[in-house]
């Protein structure tokens, strides 16, 4: 098959999508650092998809068809209570790939994943990604390493969760966001932050209003920007430096 710049694609989870040579390919950290040797294999399976805001890639328990990388998109993983409350595990941007569970062995999980900000992944067939993965190569590596980072986010959240206070958790949020966005704008409610965070929603409307007085964002209308990046870094816990400082250091060069 030849580039993918040189096709459409449409697919059941969202509209046609062109992608234009491998710019697109390239905002995802993982497929950006792969070989060509690697690419050429993986490319026929290759698939552009456009994420909606609150889409459900996997349920709990269900055993995925594709593996997901964001490029411009961003997706929560999170553990849902049998009361319906909810509580973000770890994001899932441009560095990673969302459905570890299919090669770590464990084929399913306990946990959902949705997208935390609409934009544009590529997907990839299972049996591909597991075939290429057995053979050892450059993208086993990357794998394993991306998982030791997404590991350390997500022992980090619930350290975060624990200690820190309700607009600490916000300060980290934004940040981590911000790390996988293309723009400084989020389109997110206060309702879904709150379901991210597991706090309450008033907490989090408190929090925001502490943020958007000190001028660190802007938020009306389901929609937050951030204004002042170093401010929200004065601000923030320890556990976002440590997070991004693990990040930087396992994630390939860019």
């Known amino acids: 098959m030849a580039g993918l710049g040189r096709k459409q694609h449409t697919n059941g989870d969202g509209k046609v999508i062109p992608i234009k040579g491998f710019g697109d390919l390239n905002r995802n950290y993982l497929l950006a650092a792969l070989p060509e040797s690697v690419l050429g294999r993986l490319r026929p399976a290759l698939e552009p998809v456009e994420l909606a805001l609150g889409q459900v890639i996997y349920e709990p328990d269900e055993t995925l068809s594709h593996v997901y990388f964001p490029t411009t998109a961003i997706v929560s993983l999170l553990y849902t209570m049998q009361n319906g409350s909810s509580a973000e595990m770890g994001v899932v941007g441009c560095d990673g790939v969302v459905g570890i569970a299919v090669f770590m062995g464990g084929d399913t999980t306990p946990n959902r994943a949705v997208v935390q900000s609409a934009g544009s992944a590529v997907r990839l067939e299972l049996e591909v990604f597991r075939e290429e993965f057995e053979r050892i190569s450059e993208l086993h590596r990357l794998l394993l390493l991306y ?21 600490q ?6 940040l981590l966001s911000h790390d996988r966005l293309p723009s400084n704008e989020l389109v997110m409610t206060q309702e879904l932050i709150a379901n991210m965070l597991g706090v309450r929603r008033e907490g989090v409307s408190v929090a925001a ?5 000190a001028g660190l964002i802007s938020y009306q209308r389901g929609r937050i920007i951030i204004v002042d990046r170093l401010g929200l870094e004065r601000a923030v816990c320890e556990c976002y430096q440590v997070v991004k400082t693990e990040c930087d250091r396992l994630s390939p060069p860019r």
């Open 147 to 167: 998982t030791q980072a997404l590991l350390t986010q997500m022992s980090q959240t619930a350290v975060c969760n624990r200690l820190h206070s309700v607009e």
């Open 169 to 174: 958790q916000l300060c980290r949020w934004l």
């Open 209 to 213: 209003n502490q943020l958007q007085k």
